[in-house]
């Protein structure tokens, strides 16, 4: 993996093995937990990746509108008022 330090990498790893242990009652090796975690990096990292951005852009779009409005308010009547 890449995008992972050596520390993410080891400790994402021994999860993996805790998981399989724990919740399965099966022991993996560091090698297998490590194929797992690459599996599911490739499979899943683009559909986590690509969350991350559309939560990025609704932050962001939410505040390009906080800020139109804050604008706005600081606009001031031009021009002469009308006369009835």
Do not use: C, W
Not at 39 to 66: C, H, S, T, W
């Amino acid at each position: 993996m890449k995008s992972l330090t050596k520390e993410e990498r080891e400790y994402v790893v021994a999860r993996v093995q805790e998981f399989f242990e724990l919740e399965r009652g099966e022991q993996i090796g560091e090698l297998a937990a490590d194929s797992f975690v690459h599996f599911m990096v490739e499979e899943l990292g683009p559909f986590l990746y690509n969350k991350g951005v559309k939560d990025a852009r609704g932050m962001v779009e939410q505040r390009i509108i906080n800020m139109d409005e804050d604008l706005r308010s600081l606009e001031r009547p031009a021009g002469r008022p009308k006369r009835s």
